[in-house]
């Protein structure tokens, strides 16, 4: 059975491009066996509601195609185009998603369009073109990957082919025996630790022949930047909430992925701030970090296991004085979208063989869990949820710091009513004007002054529609909130200062030390796409 296409489009502005699409896949030797092409416009007349029809042609397709132009269309009751409503009924069906943008980002745009282009890039790796020949050429590439993730097309993964002019004596034997140790403490594996490198690799499926995979060097490698050089970690700390120079730390970090993640992990980690404990429970004082230590730990590896290995782009860690972001080179597997992270989804890891080699360490569980386990552990701490984006070529994980401590709430000159407000959104994530009320027992007048103050200080952000639909959320990030302090600090326990480093392992080492250490009106079927 044929995979449909659904063109998306303001139907009138694109009519040539959409022709072009239809044309081209369907007189190609390859994809005509392999896809077909709704057009809206092909349709005959029919005395259904266009709006019920092109909503379950969304639904029957495997793929949205959204051809993006100058123009937003006609609007429904609610403001929202045909186009916005299929890109978000193909979202939430978990359909493979592609995005094409006419123009140049200088291109003159109605302002929902524009908006729309936007959201698509949160969620999706978005592409440019000029003239048709560029569309098709675009469209090409990425109906070829979507067929190869799917194993329509056959050939052999990147990693799992054999790594150029290395050899067994390439793979440490120290890193191997780590790795035994390792997975039979938590994973009882099989092979005894006296197993040899070789073994090891043929268990694990990380032998291409005699010679060792991408993924073998990349895992046990003495040297694997020798042979991957884009495999490698770059952390960066920024004072402020914006990147800029000069920047006061600055760690590349190589080895193996292992390695990576736990230097990685400590980097961050030495950069927050720590609240230490009493000993009444043990000999040690517990610590704890205004980030939690698991959620630094789950984007790292996460970035690590689920990255583009073929792309030049490494994994970057940028440490904001609000948040903490992990770049990701890739786009998210076929059928997996940022809000569907946020719900439980299948385990679908883009490197396989680095994933299976990562669980049998308890790096990670290989069971869909990671994302809704660092939103669960930042909730408990008092935090906004983690942020999901696809931002272009990068998948990007914001960890958010609670910026809104003892110390900025008595800069800013909250009221005791202000700072009830506050530690209400840290755990619930809002608050409305009504819940405000019957939290403070004041008028709605006085609600308002209040809340306007805090939007006016920074503190809070207004979402939602006017009215009941309103509601306030803590403001986050330099897209937002331009006047965070850049010293969060402070705790009813003892604080103390980032920037020293943290001698306790990693959360991801566990139990052992790494090798190294460490009802609205409806259009006709005629007018559906509108102007």
């Given at each position: 059975?044929k995979?449909?296409i659904?063109?998306?489009?303001?139907?009138k502005?694109?009519?040539a491009e959409?022709?072009a699409?239809?044309d081209?896949?369907?007189g190609?030797?390859l994809?005509r066996r392999?896809?077909d092409?709704?057009?809206?416009?092909?349709l005959?007349?029919?005395d259904?509601?266009?709006?019920?029809?092109y909503?379950?042609k969304?639904?029957?397709?495997a793929?949205?195609?959204?051809?993006?132009?100058?123009?937003?269309?006609w609007?429904d009751a609610e403001g929202?185009?045909?186009?916005e409503?299929?890109l978000?009924?193909?979202t939430?069906?978990?359909k493979?998603r592609?995005v094409?943008?006419?123009g140049?980002?200088?291109e003159t745009r109605?302002?929902k369009?524009?908006?729309l282009?936007r959201?698509?890039?949160?969620?999706l790796?978005?592409r440019r073109?000029?003239?048709?020949?560029?569309l098709t050429?675009e469209?090409?590439a990425?109906?070829?990957?979507y067929?190869a993730?799917?194993?329509?097309?056959?050939?052999?993964p990147?990693?799992?082919?054999?790594c150029?002019d290395?050899?067994?004596?390439?793979?440490?034997t120290?890193?191997?025996g780590?790795f035994?140790r390792?997975a039979r403490?938590e994973?009882?594996f099989?092979?005894?630790?006296?197993?040899?490198?070789?073994e090891v690799?043929?268990h694990?499926?990380l032998?291409?022949g005699?010679r060792?995979?991408c993924?073998?060097?990349?895992l046990?490698g003495?040297?694997p930047?020798?042979?991957?050089p884009?495999a490698e970690?770059?952390?960066?700390?920024?004072?402020?909430t914006?990147v800029r120079?000069?920047i006061?730390?600055?760690q590349?970090?190589k080895g193996t992925?292992?390695e990576q993640?736990d230097?990685?992990?400590?980097f961050?980690l030495?950069?927050?701030?720590r609240?230490v404990?009493?000993?009444?429970?043990?000999?040690a004082?517990?610590v704890s970090?205004?980030?939690?230590?698991?959620?630094?730990?789950?984007?790292?590896?996460n970035?690590?296991?689920?990255r583009d290995y073929?792309?030049?782009a490494g994994i970057q860690?940028?440490v904001?004085?609000?948040?903490v972001e992990?770049?990701?080179?890739?786009?998210?597997?076929?059928?997996?979208t940022?809000e569907r992270?946020?719900?439980?989804h299948?385990?679908?890891?883009?490197?396989?063989l680095?994933?299976d080699a990562?669980?049998l360490?308890r790096?990670?569980?290989k069971?869909?869990t990671g994302?809704l386990d660092?939103?669960?552990r930042?909730?408990?701490?008092?935090?906004p949820?983690p942020?999901f984006?696809?931002?272009?070529?990068?998948?990007?994980?914001?960890?958010w710091r609670?910026?809104?401590?003892?110390?900025?709430?008595d800069?800013?000159?909250?009221s005791?009513?202000?700072?009830?407000?506050v530690a209400?959104v840290k755990?619930n994530?809002?608050v409305t004007?009504?819940e405000?009320?019957?939290?403070?027992?004041?008028t709605?007048?006085t609600?308002l002054?209040d809340?306007?103050?805090l939007?006016a200080k920074?503190?809070?952000?207004k979402?939602g529609?006017?009215g009941?639909?309103?509601y306030y959320v803590i403001k986050?990030?330099t897209r937002h909130?331009?006047?965070k302090?850049?010293?969060?600090?402070g705790?009813?326990?003892?604080r103390?200062?980032p920037?020293k480093?943290d001698t306790?392992i990693?959360t991801?080492?566990?139990?052992?030390?790494?090798p190294?250490?460490?009802?609205p009106?409806r259009?006709?079927?005629?007018?559906?796409?509108?102007?």
């Amino acid at each position: 059975m044929k995979a449909l296409i659904f063109v998306s489009s303001v139907q009138k502005e694109l009519t040539a491009e959409r022709r072009a699409v239809a044309d081209f896949v369907r007189g190609h030797v390859l994809l005509r066996r392999l896809f077909d092409v709704f057009l809206f416009e092909e349709l005959p007349a029919t005395d259904r509601r266009a709006d019920d029809l092109y909503l379950e042609k969304v639904d029957e397709a495997a793929i949205y195609l959204g051809l993006f132009g100058r123009e937003y269309g006609w609007k429904d009751a609610e403001g929202i185009s045909p186009t916005e409503r299929e890109l978000d009924r193909a979202t939430r069906k978990g359909k493979h998603r592609l995005v094409f943008v006419k123009g140049s980002t200088g291109e003159t745009r109605h302002p929902k369009m524009q908006a729309l282009i936007r959201k698509a890039e949160r969620q999706l790796v978005r592409r440019r073109f000029g003239a048709i020949p560029d569309l098709t050429a675009e469209l090409f590439a990425s109906l070829v990957q979507y067929l190869a993730d799917r194993g329509i097309l056959h050939e052999r993964p990147f990693l799992a082919a054999a790594c150029p002019d290395a050899s067994i004596r390439d793979v440490s034997t120290e890193r191997v025996g780590w790795f035994l140790r390792r997975a039979r403490a938590e994973r009882q594996f099989p092979l005894k630790t006296t197993a040899s490198s070789r073994e090891v690799l043929t268990h694990l499926n990380l032998l291409a022949g005699a010679r060792p995979s991408c993924a073998a060097v990349l895992l046990f490698g003495a040297n694997p930047q020798r042979f991957v050089p884009v495999a490698e970690l770059k952390c960066l700390h920024f004072h402020g909430t914006e990147v800029r120079k000069p920047i006061p730390s600055y760690q590349l970090f190589k080895g193996t992925l292992f390695e990576q993640v736990d230097q990685g992990v400590d980097f961050v980690l030495a950069k927050l701030a720590r609240a230490v404990g009493t000993r009444d429970r043990g000999p040690a004082a517990p610590v704890s970090y205004e980030i939690p230590k698991e959620a630094v730990a789950e984007a790292i590896v996460n970035a690590t296991a689920h990255r583009d290995y073929a792309s030049n782009a490494g994994i970057q860690v940028h440490v904001f004085s609000d948040r903490v972001e992990v770049w990701n080179p890739g786009e998210l597997p076929p059928g997996l979208t940022p809000e569907r992270l946020r719900e439980e989804h299948p385990s679908i890891p883009r490197n396989p063989l680095l994933a299976d080699a990562l669980y049998l360490a308890r790096y990670i569980e290989k069971a869909g869990t990671g994302t809704l386990d660092m939103i669960a552990r930042c909730r408990a701490a008092g935090l906004p949820e983690p942020d999901f984006e696809q931002r272009g070529g990068q998948f990007v994980v914001t960890l958010w710091r609670d910026w809104l401590t003892d110390a900025t709430l008595d800069r800013l000159g909250l009221s005791d009513r202000q700072r009830q407000a506050v530690a209400l959104v840290k755990r619930n994530g809002r608050v409305t004007n009504k819940e405000y009320q019957e939290l403070t027992e004041v008028t709605d007048r006085t609600a308002l002054r209040d809340l306007s103050d805090l939007l006016a200080k920074g503190v809070f952000q207004k979402l939602g529609t006017t009215g009941r639909a309103t509601y306030y959320v803590i403001k986050r990030g330099t897209r937002h909130q331009p006047d965070k302090p850049d010293n969060p600090g402070g705790s009813r326990e003892t604080r103390q200062k980032p920037d020293k480093p943290d001698t306790t392992i990693s959360t991801v080492q566990a139990a052992a030390k790494g090798p190294r250490g460490s009802a609205p009106s409806r259009p006709s079927q005629g007018d559906k796409k509108g102007t």
